[in-house]
């Protein structure tokens, strides 16, 4: 029984530790040679690990400390809060490191430029570089004790990663230095020098990369956090005649609830009593409420507006419609294809090459070489190995990104992470949301049309004077209308919201009504000479309705939520790019093509669920395509966190802020094509930060390596191997803030 449990009911672990993209293999790795694992994701946007099997959670975090990382196990969905602390406390800590190593290093560099240093081979020389070289020690251990931590780790799953560049570099420049110190006589003339201050200065840019790339990537656990949050703690339940309140985890199916103004419904179900006005916005993401009758389906996190109702719990637990979008949302985060990183793709040839060369070189150079044979060989293997330290390759595109987020942020655009700013120029295909997204996501009055003999206005004020009682988003709509108008709505008498229909009260004598057709109907209203108008309202996606005095339809008001002034122009840019641009709603068809049609969108899918949303997504990615998805809803988070890159509108919900890549503060398209645009231009800037640093190492190395020696004499001195290494890493930062002026 307990074997059975543990199969069916994944383990998440928080991992830490991981700083790159190619320490997830290392982790999957140590996870997956644990016996029972049957499957093991490593989610790095947010730190965890989702494994499958029969297996003992905390063999599961000795497996991933002995890979030189840590693990806790968490219990409870809450405990993703937790995610955000861990976040921020690594990021100071590496800011903190990055100080640390900066100030030790900036001093020793313009101290040894300007000679403020004895010399080496001298007696006060000894004396302060031996104290120079212990403060390194230091500031190794505390500012790159991870990187060489990490280095083992990776040695010992027979892998090369950024760590191992790392220490190798700054390792290579404190022992050549430490032994400069006493030896320097041994030397070539020269080369007598300490680079204490390359190895500090090295881990202090590095450090701040990782820092700067961690907090662009931002908070990436509070998407699951807020949507826990929909569902209520507990809910009321109606047990032998009796109304008690009871935890969530304590509701059974075929149990009845009672839920009341203003709460949210606790698990899904089927009304068998009473009628009310449900807030489906989470599900459907469109505004407007729906009304719910006795037979209607209710579903966990939506809200209750106005009646009391009582239904029959259908769906608990992992079953709900909410859990689902929960775990449709946790799977595309586990299962999203990261983008592959250059660097350590090389860096698992470039750091072997680069040790067997200085090795050669050194047996070269001692076998070969002139007297002192033992200096030269230890000078141009050390060389090789100063010149080839990964500064310009590890700044290359975390410097980039740094600048790009940047820029972006004065555009109103929020990149949260690095992978989706090099993705969103690759997209080949973009899904865009109606409500919110296309559409201004605020209903307003389209038209009020006045039958034959009747004055617009007062069928605006009539209407205004019925709905000033009503709390439904329509009746907002009508009188803002009337606000702006200039009218002011008198108080009616005997006010009745009819379900489904609409709503009556008296004015002056009169009796008033203002809905649709059946409640016109089940009056007997003749208006037979606005349903040619009603009909063209209604193709064009406008909701028409109609307004009666006594037994006299005196005309129509038309409400709709326009599209953004924006959307037609973003549309046609995208398609100008050859993005193929579909919009996927869960609308009505009628309304969901005309919206379509004012945008200039061929493409549309209408009535779609959440779930099938992200299915939508996951079609076009088998198809080969590169998808985005834009959408401001909490039913557009699955689809957001399945899309290759996730566009969330800033004026939508907390959770599809939260589950999107990138977010459109401003909630205009055009921002997804500025997006677009700054993508492709970081990527550029990226190749060529890349290009020129593989380049520098490519030629200094065979120099380094004294190649120029035989023919020309020339043998290169390792203070011009650090200032070379200095200087490819301020000709990376000056290429990325040239983005500064995209």
Request: hydrophobic share 50%.
């Amino acid at each position: 029984m307990q074997t059975n449990e543990s199969e069916d009911k994944p383990i998440r672990l928080s991992v830490l530790g991981m700083r790159c993209a190619g320490c997830v293999s290392a982790v999957e790795g140590a996870l997956r040679a644990v016996p029972g694992v049957v499957s093991a994701d490593v989610n790095f946007a947010d730190h965890t690990a989702l494994i499958h099997g029969a297996v003992d959670p905390n063999e599961l975090r000795k497996s991933v400390q002995s890979a030189g990382y840590d693990a806790a196990v968490m219990e409870e969905l809450e405990d993703l809060s937790s995610q955000d602390v861990l976040e921020e406390e690594r990021y100071r800590a590496l800011m903190r490191k990055a100080a640390v190593a900066g100030a030790l290093g900036v001093p020793l560099m313009l101290g040894a430029h300007l000679g403020w240093f004895p010399d080496l081979g001298t007696a006060a020389g000894s004396r302060f570089w031996s104290w120079v070289a212990l403060l390194t020690l230091a500031v190794l251990y505390y500012s790159g004790g991870h990187f060489y931590s990490g280095a083992i780790s990776t040695l010992r799953l027979k892998q090369a990663n950024m760590d191992t560049l790392i220490a190798l570099g700054t390792g290579a420049a404190w022992l050549y230095s430490t032994v400069a110190i006493d030896f320097s006589s041994i030397l070539p003339a020269g080369s007598q020098h300490a680079y204490f201050e390359a190895a500090a200065v090295i881990l202090g840019f590095i450090n701040l990369g990782s820092a700067l790339e961690m907090r662009a990537r931002g908070k990436t656990s509070s998407a699951i956090r807020q949507l826990i949050g929909l569902q209520p703690r507990t809910a009321r339940v109606v047990r032998d005649g009796q109304e008690v309140d009871v935890p969530i985890a304590d509701i059974g199916l075929g149990e009845t609830l009672r839920v009341r103004p203003g709460e949210k419904v606790a698990v899904d179900g089927k009304i068998i009593e009473g009628h009310s006005s449900l807030d489906e916005s989470m599900l459907t993401g469109e505004p407007l409420p729906v009304e719910k009758t006795v037979g209607d389906d209710v579903i966990a996190g939506t809200l209750n507006q106005h009646g009391t109702f009582v239904f029959e719990a259908t769906r608990i637990g992992r079953d709900t419609m909410l859990a689902q979008i929960i775990a449709s949302v946790r799977q595309a985060q586990a299962t999203k294809p990261a983008i592959a990183r250059l660097v350590d793709q090389v860096s698992a040839v470039f750091v072997p090459v680069v040790v067997a060369i200085s090795v050669l070189t050194f047996l070269i150079w001692l076998i070969f070489g002139p007297s002192p044979s033992l200096g030269y060989a230890f000078v141009t293997a050390m060389t090789v190995l100063v010149i080839a330290c990964p500064c310009a390759l590890g700044l290359a595109t975390p410097i980039s990104i740094m600048v790009a987020v940047g820029r972006s942020a004065q555009k109103g655009i929020l990149i949260r992470n690095g992978d989706a700013l090099q993705a969103s120029g690759k997209l080949t295909a973009v899904i865009l949301d109606k409500t919110g997204t296309v559409t201004q996501g605020r209903p307003s009055v389209s038209r009020v049309v006045a039958a034959a003999g009747h004055e617009e206005e007062r069928v605006l004020t009539l209407a205004a004077c019925l709905e000033k009682g009503s709390e439904h988003p329509l009746a907002a709509a009508i009188l803002a209308e009337a606000s702006h108008r200039g009218i002011k709505p008198k108080a009616v008498k005997k006010f009745q919201a009819l379900v489904g229909r609409g709503v009556m009260a008296e004015l002056d004598g009169h009796v008033l009504r203002f809905g649709n057709e059946l409640l016109m109907t089940e009056a007997g209203v003749d208006f037979q000479a606005l349903k040619n108008v009603m009909a063209e309202l209604a193709a064009q996606g406008h909701t028409p309705m109609l307004l009666a005095e006594d037994d006299q339809a005196l005309g129509l008001v038309a409400v709709a939520d326009p599209i953004k002034p924006d959307s037609r122009e973003a549309v046609s840019q995208l398609k100008a790019m050859g993005v193929r641009v579909l919009m996927v709603t869960g609308d009505n068809p009628v309304t969901a093509q005309a919206i379509a049609r004012e945008a200039g969108i061929d493409e549309v899918r209408a009535q779609v669920l959440p779930q099938d949303k992200a299915q939508v997504v996951r079609d076009l990615q088998a198809q080969g395509l590169v998808v985005g998805m834009v959408g401001d809803g909490i039913n557009d988070a699955p689809a957001l966190a399945q899309a290759d890159v996730g566009f969330a509108i800033g004026t939508g919900t907390d959770i599809a802020i939260e589950s999107g890549d990138v977010i459109i503060m401003r909630g205009s398209l055009l921002k997804l094509v500025d997006a677009m645009d700054l993508s492709k231009a970081t990527v550029r800037n990226i190749k060529q930060n890349l290009f020129g640093a593989f380049i520098y190492n490519t030629i200094s190395i065979p120099v380094a390596a004294g190649l120029l020696y035989p023919a020309f004499g020339l043998l290169l001195n390792p203070m011009i191997a650090g200032a070379a290494m200095a200087m490819s890493s301020v000709t990376v930062v000056s290429n990325a803030n040239r983005l500064r002026f995209k």
